[in-house]
T-cell receptor, first 112, second 109 residues
Framework: GAGVSQSPSNKVTEKGKDVELRCDPI?????LYWYRQSLGQGLEFLIY????????KSGLPSDRFSAERTGGSVSTLTIQRTQQEDSAVYLC??????????FGSGTRLTVV | RKEVEQDPGPFNVPEGATVAFNCTYS??????FFWYRQDCRKEPKLLMS???SGNEDGRFTAQLNRASQYISLLIRDSKLSDSATYLC??????????FGAGTRLTVKP
């Protein structure tokens, strides 16, 4: 389809393990965003990629979180040594410009 | 089929127009519904929660139609500053959230 694709849709992992979440943005969209929705919380901004510029990492909650975007397209969000408080829905969005995003369906991460 | 579906738009409307978006959901047991305004990069802003038939806040009205399983967002007298992506979020149970893809609105002078 033509939308933003995220995989996996659900991930259950053991505490302490590393996880990788993938986002395939809409082709041609130069901007890519990661957010998360924790239980009982609002949507929280994590990181923003715009073209070839250095990403805005100001929302990453700790140094266990990192993200990269290869070739200006696919992005991977990596969480190292997962903790139970990392359990959330991780949402990706892409945009062709500075306004108007298209969101993926999210990856539900459960750390047990 | 996605669990929550929105018309991606873009909706391009003149200033002062009334515009409405729909969001359909597949889980008939869903109990709560939310519209967020997203300017991208910034924290999405909760615009309105819908728990029963609807909610109104100034120029914004949200309505819930359980029989047809959709919620709508109506914006009256649209302003240039209303230009944003409007994200529909559905809570099928207390421990889960489902997201639409967002509807992009551009209000032009």
């Amino acid at each position: 389809g033509a939308g933003v694709s995220q995989s996996p849709s659900n991930k259950v992992t053991e505490k302490g393990k590393d996880v990788e979440l993938r986002c395939d943005p809409i082709s041609g969209h130069t901007a890519l965003y990661w957010y998360r929705q924790s239980l009982g919380q609002g949507l929280e901004f994590l990181i923003y990629f715009q073209g070839n510029s250095a990403p805005d990492k100001s929302g990453l909650p700790s140094d266990r979180f990192s993200a990269e975007r290869t070739g200006g397209s696919v992005s991977t969000l990596t969480i190292q040594r997962t903790q139970q408080e990392d359990s959330a829905v991780y949402l990706c969005a892409s945009s062709p410009d500075s306004r108007g995003c298209t969101f993926g369906s999210g990856t539900r991460l459960t750390v047990v | 089929r996605k669990e929550v579906e929105q018309d991606p738009g873009p909706f391009n409307v003149p200033e002062g127009a009334t515009v409405a978006f729909n969001c359909t959901y597949s889980n008939s047991a869903s109990q709560s519904f939310f519209w967020y305004r997203q300017d991208c990069r910034k924290e999405p802003k909760l615009l309105m929660s819908v728990y029963s038939s609807g909610n109104e806040d100034g120029r914004f009205t949200a309505q819930l139609n359980r029989a047809s399983q959709y919620i709508s967002l109506l914006i009256r007298d649209s302003k240039l500053s209303d230009s944003a992506t409007y994200l529909c979020v559905v809570n099928p149970n207390n421990n889960d959230m489902r997201f639409g893809a967002g509807t992009r609105l551009t209000v032009k002078p």
